[in-house]
């Protein structure tokens, strides 16, 4: 329904869309660079984003949203400038170099820039057919109504659903003063599935589901790839309205496999990003070589998984993904990082350049950060607690990179009595130190899995899409805030 | 040049209702930002941006009610904002007719009093001038102590925006406003441990923010004070929550008061109007239009005008916080709270939130604690909205017999907020502005610790 949306190729779209070329990228760049710069870099973007929302039964709004917009940056030792306007011309192109350059002073060291290539990305990890946001909103409604049906029909307690098809169709064109000229298409899909419970004596609890990643939107839309989900949040709901209060203490604990990977994200993740470990303000700050995990551990950050909600073909400074081993059996390997923090510490980017939009600066961010398959049974990880937690399921997680201290939420929970999984609890917050915890994984399960394709991380204001995935792992005595002294 | 900002969402509505809209409104907001950070002697960023946004939302005419789309873009060249009006009532035609939906009944806002939301003189302050107040703060957070080892850095911030609202009923406004603010965030450390805190000033003119070198020192306070923290054993007992903490509390609470949460009975606050849910000492206002407050507004999202309001009255809950649709769900008029920027639906939305000031200060509230847990800083997002359960994690400080004992990392606090409400104690008597959400500090006579 939206001519805007066609996409063109990234090329094109900077010709056709913005009425520039070549030459006045390179112009662009030589403005930023007429002072004394190390490096600059334009990032064009056009993006197209729509939802559609379920409630009460009908859907009742459509969303559509494009945002376009160029943002331009001048580094100088630490210091960047960064000047961005969603009026993409010449003008406004100069306007923002010439912001940009601001952080600088002294001539210009730099001769004439010239962009090269075909702009095409190294890899192609998600190719799609059709863009989401093509795909006809008749068809995602007709899946939200099917999916009332099948959850509203398939236990008399759900009282309320809420589920939305939300897709984004991001095309990107970034240029620098190295030559550097590289564009990517980046589809990204998300279906979500809330509903609330309420037993006969009126206690109401809630349960959420949701998938998704840079794939075809059809493969959601399709009943094989939708009822798992639906299926999942009646399931989590009605475990709920069972679970008792949580207690509250030390314990051991034992996380299911997926998405309870958010514990490495918030534990350990962000104190490796390279920002932070240039400032010295991690706790992991100068520690690589140490050991800061059990042996056995090992961790990975991957922008390269066809298909991931954290991958990408190259990061948002041009520089292609990669594996990058952060935790090698218990040793700390490596950081994670963008171009500024790589050049300042005197290493390479490791394809961690992230942003927002357009209308932010780039900092070094995880992609899909897991954790290895160990040897251990799962079935034989819970036998093997005698008193203790088991959580398979997590809202948000927040850390203070500063102290390591980080803490997160449990949406789906069980004690564990005896070696056996016994009776839901709610309200499990899990609280600890990320330089110690990995210390205390004591089992590794054969069982790893990623996430279903719905985290998002923020960071500096700023949220990006990442994956995240765990084995069944035990770790023993972890804080657990609950109600129950 | 950029058409004039009334001008263009005056021509998105005449589209919308020629390609067949039965009602329209839409949004457009200008801004210009400008943000600086210093770290250590060295400028961290520069960053300077113009932004603008037009939003639309278009109703189409249904047999039982209305069927409605929201689309948004930031280009404004003419045959965008065409294109984007006619994909607007196309998308509308796909969505299911819905008898509540709407454009307000009427009652636009008509007066537009002047909120002092902006300082003129404010637009002429040079980047020079930024950099320096950024500079001011990071160097007496860095000089307060030798225990301040490091930074995260100090910023310097300033947006001027211009927000414009019209619909097909005949509203058409427009208002500016500002924000400015100073923050810093510095490290402390001893015995090889780092502890980091950051305070910060934010307001309508520059002229009411704290100096620089108040904010760098009250910072570098913050993170001295978390030096030396640990564990303390699992218990129950009664919690102070600082001014800074009871601030957050009263965001999970807002979340709660909000009409969609109600009519969706997602809220454990669902068919509890002019129940007694509180402490009788706690009273919470609600006031779109205060001088100069960071929340005010002269109309909401939808043009309805902003007022003040109090939502809950000596522990009874008055008013949920309401916009014009989940008004008409729960049959009751819209309460001036739609917020709506380009890009999002009108939801509901705070204006300027406060819990009242009461008889304590904070001191005598810890000297009147035999045992309990002062909590300085909330993290984490475990809050049930559907049920009141709360339970996230704090940094603070440990009290023994009315005195401080030692700073407290690595716990969390649970309670049910329902529950919680009504433990409340004491009130503090001192009201800090850090936002549009502003408490004092709150007692609450008993929550579980969890701990060692």
Redesign the interface.
Same mark, same amino acid.
Not at chain 2, 379 to 382: P, S, Y
Not at chain 2, 448 to 452: F, L, M, N, P, S
């Given at each position: 329904m939206s001519h805007a949306a066609r996409s063109a190729t990234p090329l094109t779209l900077l010709r056709d869309r913005f009425g520039m070329d070549f030459h006045s990228l390179e112009a662009v760049i030589e403005t930023a660079l007429s002072r004394r710069v190390d490096h600059a870099d334009l990032f064009f973007e056009y993006t197209t984003r729509d939802a559609v929302v379920l409630e009460e039964g009908i859907v009742k709004s459509g969303d559509r949203h494009l945002e376009q917009g160029v943002g331009v940056r001048a580094q100088a030792g630490e210091r960047q400038g960064y000047a961005h306007s969603d009026e993409v011309s010449d003008q406004s192109a100069m306007l923002a170099a010439a912001t940009a350059r601001a952080i600088s002073e002294g001539p210009s060291s730099a001769g004439a820039v010239a962009v090269r290539g075909s702009g095409a990305p190294p890899s192609d990890l998600y190719p799609v057919r059709t863009a989401p946001t093509e795909v006809p909103v008749g068809a995602k409604i007709a899946v939200l109504n099917a999916i009332d049906s099948h959850v509203r029909r398939s236990d008399p307690r759900i009282k309320q659903v809420m589920a939305s098809v939300v897709a984004e169709h991001r095309n990107i064109l970034i240029a620098a003063s190295d030559g550097t000229l590289v564009a990517d298409v980046r589809p990204l899909v998300r279906l979500n599935v809330q509903v609330i419970a309420e037993n006969q004596e009126g206690r109401r609890e809630t349960g959420y589901q949701g998938a998704g990643g840079r794939f075809e939107l059809a493969r959601l839309l399709d009943e094989e790839g939708w009822k798992p989900i639906a299926d999942e949040a009646v399931r989590s709901a009605l475990v709920n309205l069972e679970a008792k209060p949580c207690p509250a203490g030390t314990m051991d604990v034992v996380l299911g496999p997926g998405w309870p990977g958010i514990l490495l994200h918030e534990a350990i993740g962000h104190g490796l990003e390279g920002d932070f470990n240039r400032k010295k303000t991690s706790a992991f700050s100068d520690r690589i070589g140490e050991r800061v995990a059990a042996e056995g551990v090992t961790v990975i950050d991957d922008g390269t998984i066809a298909e991931r909600r954290g991958s990408l073909n190259v990061d948002d400074e041009g520089t292609p993904t990669q594996r990058t081993v952060l935790i090698e059996n218990g040793i700390l390997r490596g950081y994670m990082h963008d171009r500024l923090n790589a050049r300042l510490m005197g290493v390479s980017s490791t394809g961690n350049g992230r942003r927002e939009s357009y209308a932010h600066l780039p900092m070094p961010r995880m992609t899909n950060t897991f954790m290895l398959a160990g040897q251990d049974d799962p079935e034989e990880i819970i036998r093997s607690v005698e008193n203790g937690l088991y959580a398979v399921t997590f809202g948000g997680g927040q850390v203070d990179i500063t102290s390591g201290k980080f803490v997160f939420s449990a949406s789906e929970a069980y004690r564990i009595e005896g070696g056996m999984v016994t009776t839901p609890v709610k309200g499990a917050t899990l609280i600890g130190n990320g330089p110690e915890v990995l210390h205390r994984v004591s089992r590794i399960g054969h069982d790893l899995a990623l996430d279903r394709g719905v985290g998002s991380c923020g960071k500096d204001g700023q949220s990006v899409p990442v994956g995240v995935g765990l084995p069944t792992i035990r770790v023993d005595e972890m804080t657990v805030g609950g109600t129950e002294g | 040049m950029t058409p004039d900002l009334l001008e263009t969402i005056r021509r998105a509505l005449g589209r919308a209702q020629r390609a067949g809209a039965y009602a329209a409104d839409a949004v457009l907001v200008e801004s210009d930002s400008v943000e600086v950070r210093v770290?250590g002697e060295?400028?961290? +960023?520069? !960053?300077? #941006?113009?932004?603008?946004?037009l939003g639309i939302r278009a109703f189409v005419k249904g047999a039982d009610g209305l069927r409605?789309?929201? %689309?948004?873009?930031?280009?404004l060249a003419w045959d965008?904002v065409d294109?984007?009006a006619d994909? %607007?009532v196309?998308?509308?035609k796909?969505? #299911?007719?819905?008898p509540h #939906?709407g454009l307000p009944d009427g009652s636009f806002a008509a007066d537009l009093p002047d909120l002092e939301l902006l300082d003129p003189s404010d637009r002429d302050v040079s980047?020079e001038e930024r950099i320096d107040e950024a500079r001011r703060a990071e160097r007496t957070a860095r000089g307060f102590d030798p225990r301040i080892t490091?930074?995260?850095g100090s910023e310097a911030t300033s947006s001027f925006s211009r927000i414009g609202c019209g619909n097909t009923s005949g509203f058409l406004a427009e208002y500016e406003s500002a924000a400015h603010s100073l923050s810093s965030m510095p490290?402390a450390s001893q015995d090889g441990?780092?502890?980091?805190d950051h305070w910060f000033s934010v307001a309508r003119h520059r002229s009411a923010l704290e100096e620089p070198e108040a904010v760098g020192c009250r910072a570098a306070e913050r993170a001295l004070a978390?030096l030396g923290?640990r564990?303390v054993p699992?218990? !129950?007992v009664p919690v102070i929550f600082d001014g800074v903490s009871a601030r957050s509390l009263l965001g999970n609470l807002a979340s709660c008061l909000s009409g969609y949460a109600i009519y969706?009975?997602?809220s454990f606050l669902a068919d509890r109007l002019e129940e007694t849910i509180a402490s009788e000492l706690l009273s919470v206002v609600d006031d779109g239009r205060l001088p100069a407050g960071l929340g005010s507004r002269p109309f909401d999202g939808e043009g309805l005008p902003t007022r003040r309001k109090v939502v809950i009255e000596r522990g009874k809950l008055e008013t949920y916080l309401l916009d014009s649709y989940s008004g008409r769900k729960l049959e009751m008029a819209s309460t001036g709270n739609a917020a709506r920027s380009a =890009?999002s639906?009108p939801r509901v939305s705070p204006t300027n939130l406060w819990i009242e000031p009461g008889a304590s200060s904070l001191e005598e509230m810890i000297a009147g604690t035999e045992r309990g847990l002062l909590v300085t800083g909330l +993290?984490? +997002?475990?809050f049930?909205a559907? %049920?009141g359960? +709360?339970?996230? =994690?704090a %940094?603070g400080v440990w009290i023994e017999r009315g005195e401080r004992i030692h700073p407290v990392?690595?716990?969390?606090?649970? =309670?049910?907020l329902g529950e919680m409400l009504t433990k409340i104690d004491a009130v503090g008597s001192e009201l800090i502005w850090l936002g549009s959400v502003a408490a004092p500090a709150l007692r609450i006579s008993r929550m579980?610790?969890?701990?060692?």
């Open positions: - | 770290r060295e400028i961290d +960023f520069v !960053k300077q #941006a113009r932004e603008r946004a409605s789309a929201i %689309t948004s873009t930031s280009d965008a294109r984007l994909d %607007t196309a998308l509308a796909a969505t #299911a007719e819905d #939906a980047l490091n930074s995260e490290i441990a780092m502890q980091t978390r923290a564990r699992t218990c !129950k969706r009975r997602s =890009g639906s +993290f984490g +997002f475990g049930n559907v %049920t359960d +709360f339970s996230r =994690g %940094t990392e690595e716990i969390t606090i649970a =309670g049910n579980t610790v969890a701990g060692e």
